[in-house]
């Protein structure tokens, strides 16, 4: 099955870039998606389709995908950001499964 | 606001069954494609089940395939996940999400946890 790879943490000062790797064999013909989930709460849809962005999701979020390498960028860091980001793809091809990334913890300094 | 809410989740015996129960609103579940995913206590996502609109299709992780059940209740307009044959592995926070275009989870409930006890 496919699999997608993530760092585990990051840590980033405030106002600084945050850069989130998510790898994957040939993972630009796939869609990516990313979640944020903060402590004790359900994950949030924070990019679909490699870079779109939901109604509500700042512009600081960002979302790019080529090679074997998918990425989240959050610009300008805030304290309110310090969350896990999880990548996840639909792997329609081969076992029909849903796969995440094993996730990211952002650590705001 | 749309919105999903799980319930039924306990603690139960290994080799025990369970039945998770979502259901929505400000939309209707009947509409779209619908999945349980879970988190294990410190752990990752797990996408577990999901369901075509019509319930024509309907897939699973391996791990849960021939113990769990995912169903649709039409007149209640709700989604139904059967767990038998429990395992301690199984032990989860188990979230209802909405599909969208069957690639995307785009709305999430707030879950309900699921332990497996000997």
């Known amino acids: 099955s496919y699999v997608l790879t993530q760092p585990p943490s990051v840590s980033v000062a405030p106002g600084e870039t945050a850069s989130i790797t998510c790898g994957g064999n040939d993972i630009e013909r796939m869609s990516v998606h990313w979640y944020q989930q903060r402590p004790g709460q359900a994950p949030l849809l924070l990019i679909y389709?490699?870079?779109g962005r939901p109604s509500g999701i700042p512009e600081r979020f960002s979302g790019s995908n080529s090679g074997n390498t998918a990425t989240l960028t959050i610009s300008r860091v805030e304290a309110g950001d310090e969350a896990d980001y999880y990548c996840?793809?639909?792997?329609?091809?081969?076992?029909?499964?849903?796969?995440f990334g094993g996730g990211t913890k952002v650590t705001v300094l | 606001e749309e919105l999903l809410v799980e319930s039924g989740g306990a603690l139960v015996q290994t080799g025990g069954s369970l039945r998770l129960s979502c259901v929505a609103s400000?939309?209707?579940?009947?509409?779209?494609?619908m999945s349980w995913v879970r988190q294990a206590p410190g752990k990752g996502l797990e996408w577990v089940a999901n369901i075509k609109e019509d319930g024509s299709e309907i897939y699973y992780v391996d791990s849960v395939k021939g113990r769990f059940t995912i169903s649709r209740d039409y007149a209640k307009d709700s989604l139904d996940l059967q767990m038998n044959s429990v395992r301690a592995e199984d032990t989860a926070l188990y979230y209802c999400a909405r599909l969208y275009g069957y690639d995307v989870f785009d709305i999430w409930g707030q879950g309900t946890m699921v332990t497996v006890s000997s």
């Open positions: 996840q793809v639909w792997d329609n091809i081969g076992d029909h499964d849903y796969v």
């Open positions: 400000g939309f209707s579940l009947s509409t779209y494609c």
């Open positions: 389709f490699d870079s």
